[in-house]
Structure formats: structure tokens, C-alpha cells
């Protein structure tokens, strides 16, 4: 008997085969829409991995709902793959607790000139060097195309074979532990791609009747659902269990559409929790949600919304930080200039906690509890691949900002209590944009993603002329870091090294209590104070020289990181235009730029 499981969920064709090996061989229906291969002589003779698909109803073959590998595309057949093959190394390997952790978000396609995970291996030593706990990969599920930002994947199981495939995978990720790194990867379960989604073949993966931004939305509560929403968890067990990653992103969780009693995150922290303990060591889940809802990472059943995740994107964050340096106010910025607005993100966690948003036309989000939420639970950045990529150029704040600019955008991340993240290139100040580039085939297709992206800039009120074809080969190439560092570019890095060593020595910077954070900014909106026990910042954002003074007790306190010419080492300071101390209780070798 073959050890290949050819059993596929197709409640909608009344007639499924199997193609495999150039053979067909009959299917028989069982309980509850799923078919499995009846007794047949030929599938005991099938020797290693063998390409198969289903014929549904005469037409096909079709790849595998839950192929593991697709190795002709995700318009071919599927090739079987098991993922107990792999030899790991890392039995040593005990996990990392995301607090206190910093995260690294890349694309393996533009992280490196080759684009695949052998050539990311290779870089593992600049990610240990700078300090960081977390390689965060943007999605790898296969896709339509040779390159893509993998939020169209449709093979969800699949590794894109341009990256390497799966077995390329289970390297990088073993690869990553040895160096002591987590590997966290970005899942996408609120759609599918526009080109090689066959499911709704199958099944009724797809709620026609409900619509997101990406076209219909995923079936997580109509007939049916029970077994999409097993396909799901399956899916994200799969990563953790098979693969050994340590943490799941799940994307835009705002948009999955669940009206049942145990909503689909619930059940999935659940299943994830049950698998932590079976494999002994911390598995996570963050939440990408623009809800500023604090029931997203509340405990399963706190108050009957809790759901569980260990953590959720903070955008509001990134957005009054960006907006004060760089001036931005158009379309989502508007409510987020001054430092004032920053300093209430790093108080309360959200701006949007109930406030009215402008750019929603309506009041929005809910208050955190800063009494009783750990800091760490909120993940924040100065740059990412949403807030780079969807601009209309995909340029980088280094296109409108000086270095010592970006060095207070990484004093006031990396000193923060929130989860950081950095953006590939980000430590460096890379000066190469990060554009939005597909791959499709399908003429009218690519048409209609050119005028989406086009028409999806009028409301921040970006020049629609500036926006590069998408499907321009160019587009990928020009968004391929450029790993030859300037010696400004070499003093940036320097200076992040300084920062996350200093975030790692000194607990006050960590310290998850935000109701012992005290923040406030100055008449002007320019002038930034934070105070915690043991702790003070003070940021001038402003062209011109201001004072600001800190707490009472910093006075006899210690310079930890020094930006510019600043006059004073505690008490009042007169800081220089575009400058920043920071002072601890205990002594440190000041970090400086």
C-alpha cells in the first residue's frame, strides 16, 4: 500500500479521480464530502514523490487543495512531499517568548540578489550581529507567477518553488535556529489569489455573498465552513508542527468575516496552545488588525470576546511617528501629527481608542488597559512592507529624511516598550524602494491590477502618474535590497547595533507597564518627554533648537544614548534641531549618532 494520502475534501463535483503517475484511478465518496482512493494495485507500486491531480466531474486534473509542493506552478499538478524527510538539527532548540524580542520583517525574493532562501541563509550572521530575535518572512505559499509579494497565494501548504520549495524551507528554518533566531511566518487565511485558486472547485472554501478588499472572502461561517475552517488550523499547525516555526502573522484578521460563537482566531489560539505544549516550546500568534480592538489579545473567553493572540500590529504607532518626521498628513495621516499624538501612542498603546477618525468618517477602536496589558503585546515599526510598498512609489522614509532623522525614528522605536520590528534594509537606511510587483500571466488580469493599484492612491492624495506597472519586470528588480553600505549607511547600522545591544542590557527600556509610562510633548508638538522608573527620553523632531525638561529624579541620572548636540545630561536639556537624549539610572556607554 502507498504511503501518499490521496483523501480530498470535494463535497461539490459528483465525480472526483485521481490522476497520478499518468494513471487514473477511481474515487469513492464517504462521509461528509470527502473522497478517498478505492482499492487499486497501481498506488501500491508508486515509488517517491509522484505528480498527481483530481479530475472533477471530467474536467481537470486539478492541483491538490492541500498540495505540499507545486513544482511546475500552481496551474500544474501537485507533487507529493513529506515533510518527515527532513533531518533536523535542532533538537536543542527551546523556542523564544516574544517579549522583550525584536522582530525582522524580510521578503525572500528581495532580500538578496538570488531572492531564495539558501541565498538568506547566507545573512543569517548580519541578523545575529544586529541583535535581532525574530525573522519575520513575508508570505512563500505558492502563487501564480515567478515573483510576487505572496499575498496572492493559493497553495497554501505550498512553498514557492522560486524560493527554493519546502525542502529549501526546513533548512532556512533550521538554519535560523542554530543562530538562535525564531522564524515567524506571515500567513494569509482572509482570501485568495486571483490566478490558480481552484478550491471553490472542491468546495464551498468562498463566501460569494461577502466581499473584502482582496474579492470574496474566506467561508468561516456558512454551510460547509467546518471543514474550511479545519483546512485553516491545519494549515497553521502545519507551519508550527511541520516546519518548526515558532510564530504565525496572520494577515489583515480584520477582514476574516465570522459571525459563529467560537470566532475561528478563538479555536485557532486553542489548537496553537495545545501544540506549544505538546512540542515544548512558545509558539505565537500576531494579529495584523487595523481594529485597535483590545479583545484580540485578550485571554480566549475574557469578557466572551477574548481571542486569544499573543500579540497585535500597532499602526497607529507608525503612523504618528512617520506623520511628525516627515510632515505627512494626507489621507490616514491626518489624525497623527505632533508629538503630541505620539506621546499618547506610547501612553495608551492607540491613538484610536474610541476617538473619531477622520479618514473613517467615524469614531474607532476601543481602550487598552494599561493596567493590565504588557506593553510587549503591541508590535510597532517605523517602516514595513504595507507602509512602504503601498505607497504610490514605494519610497522609503529615507527619501525624505536625513540620517540623524532616522536616528530619532530609531530611538524612539528601539527605546520604546512595544514589540519593535524592522523592515529589510531599515537598519542601514536603504535607499532602495520596495514597489508593489506581481507576475500574472493573464492579460486582463494584469490590466486590472495596474488600474487598481493606480486608482487606490486618490484618497492619499498621491500623484496616480508616478505609480510603476506592477507587472514590469523592472518593478521586482528595483525593489531588491542593495547590501552595499555607504559609510553614512555603515554609521546608521552602528547605531542600531548600539541601540538593540542597549535595549537588551537595560530592563527599564523593557519594563511592559504602561501605566509607569508617563509621555507628554511640548507647546510646539515638536518636543517629545517619556519617563518611566530608571528611564527618560527627550526627542527635539523640529528644525529648530528647543528645551525640554525630564522628570526631577533623571537629574543625577546617566547619558544612554546621546542624538546631535544636546547641552545638560539631566533635569533641563536644550536639545539642537533634530536631536534626542536619552538618560538611564544605572550607567551605560552611551550610544551615539
Not at 479521480?17 to 484511478?25: E, K, T
Not at 470527502?34 to 505528480?51: F, Q
Not at 524580542?101 to 541578523?127: K, W
Not at 552595499?484 to 541601540?499: D, M, W
Request: hydrophobic share 40%.
Amino acid at each position: 500500500m502507498t504511503g501518499h494520502d490521496f483523501s480530498v475534501w470535494a463535497p461539490r463535483p459528483r465525480e472526483v479521480r485521481l490522476v497520478v503517475d499518468g494513471v487514473r484511478v477511481a474515487l469513492e465518496r464517504t462521509a461528509g464530502g470527502w473522497w478517498r482512493p478505492e482499492p487499486d494495485p497501481r498506488l501500491a507500486d508508486l515509488g517517491g514523490d509522484v505528480d498527481y491531480g483530481y479530475l472533477l466531474d471530467g474536467e481537470g486534473p486539478f492541483p491538490d487543495p492541500r498540495s505540499r509542493r507545486q513544482p511546475r506552478g500552481v496551474h500544474e499538478l501537485s507533487r507529493t512531499w513529506d515533510a518527515d524527510g527532513h533531518e533536523w538539527s535542532d533538537s536543542a532548540w527551546t523556542g523564544r517568548q516574544l517579549a522583550g524580542g525584536v522582530i525582522y520583517e524580510l521578503h525572500v525574493g528581495t532580500f538578496t540578489a538570488e531572492g531564495t532562501l539558501r541565498s538568506a541563509t547566507s545573512r543569517l550572521d548580519h541578523l545575529v550581529e544586529l541583535g535581532i530575535d525574530f525573522v519575520e518572512l513575508l508570505p512563500v505559499n505558492a502563487f501564480s507567477g515567478r515573483h510576487n509579494w505572496g499575498y496572492d497565494g493559493v497553495a497554501w501548504f505550498a512553498v514557492h518553488e522560486g524560493y527554493g520549495g519546502p525542502d529549501a524551507y526546513q533548512d532556512f528554518v533550521d538554519a535560523c535556529h542554530a543562530h538562535g533566531l525564531g522564524v515567524i511566518q506571515d500567513v494569509v487565511y482572509n482570501h485568495l489569489g486571483p490566478s490558480g485558486n481552484v478550491l471553490p472547485r472542491f468546495g464551498p472554501y468562498l463566501n460569494d455573498a461577502e466581499l473584502t478588499t482582496w474579492g470574496e472572502s474566506v467561508n468561516l461561517d456558512g454551510p460547509g465552513s467546518d471543514e474550511v475552517r479545519r483546512y485553516i488550523i491545519d494549515n497553521a499547525l502545519f507551519w508550527l508542527r511541520d516546519m518548526h516555526v515558532d510564530g504565525l502573522r496572520l494577515d489583515a484578521v480584520h477582514a476574516l468575516r465570522d459571525s459563529r460563537a467560537v470566532p475561528l482566531l478563538a479555536e485557532l489560539s486553542a489548537e496553537v496552545d495545545a501544540l506549544s505544549a505538546t512540542v515544548r516550546r512558545p509558539l505565537s500568534l500576531i494579529a495584523e488588525t487595523d481594529r485597535n480592538d483590545p479583545a484580540t489579545i485578550a485571554p480566549r473567553g475574557a469578557g466572551g470576546a477574548g481571542l486569544g493572540m499573543t500579540t497585535q500590529w500597532s499602526d497607529d504607532f507608525h503612523h504618528a511617528l512617520h506623520s511628525t518626521l516627515t510632515g505627512e498628513t494626507s489621507g490616514y495621516y491626518a489624525d497623527f501629527h505632533g508629538t503630541g499624538v505620539l506621546a499618547q501612542a506610547l501612553r495608551r498603546g492607540f491613538v484610536h481608542d474610541g476617538t473619531f477618525s477622520s479618514f473613517r468618517g467615524r469614531h474607532h477602536g476601543a481602550p487598552l488597559d494599561t493596567s493590565t496589558t504588557p506593553a510587549w503585546r503591541l508590535v510597532v515599526c517605523t517602516q514595513n512592507h504595507d507602509q512602504v510598498g503601498n505607497r504610490a512609489t514605494g519610497d522609503r522614509p529615507s527619501a525624505v529624511l536625513g540620517p540623524r532623522q532616522l536616528a530619532l525614528a530609531a530611538t524612539v522605536l528601539l527605546l520604546s516598550p512595544f514589540t519593535p520590528m524592522l523592515f529589510m534594509g531599515e537598519e542601514w537606511g536603504a535607499t532602495t524602494p520596495w514597489q508593489f510587483f506581481t507576475d500574472h500571466s493573464e492579460p486582463e488580469l494584469a490590466s486590472a491590477v495596474r488600474e487598481g493599484r493606480t486608482a487606490e492612491f486618490s484618497r492619499m492624495g498621491w500623484d496616480p502618474e508616478l505609480v510603476p506597472d506592477p507587472q514590469d519586470p523592472a518593478t521586482f528588480e528595483r525593489s531588491k535590497l542593495d547590501w552595499r553600505l555607504s559609510p553614512e549607511n555603515q554609521r546608521l547600522l552602528r547605531f542600531y547595533h548600539g541601540l538593540i545591544a542597549l535595549r537588551r542590557r537595560e530592563p527599564t527600556i523593557t519594563d511592559p507597564r504602561l501605566d509607569r509610562l508617563d509621555a507628554s510633548a511640548d507647546a510646539s508638538g515638536r518636543v517629545l518627554v517619556v519617563g518611566r522608573p530608571g528611564f527618560a527620553l527627550a526627542v527635539n523632531t523640529g528644525a529648530n533648537a528647543a528645551s525640554a525638561r525630564l522628570p526631577e529624579d533623571a537629574a543625577a541620572w546617566h547619558p544612554a544614548v546621546v542624538v546631535g548636540d544636546v547641552e545638560g545630561e539631566g533635569g533641563a536639556v536644550t536639545l539642537e534641531p533634530h536631536s534626542a537624549l536619552a538618560v538611564t539610572a544605572r550607567g551605560h556607554q552611551p550610544v551615539r549618532f
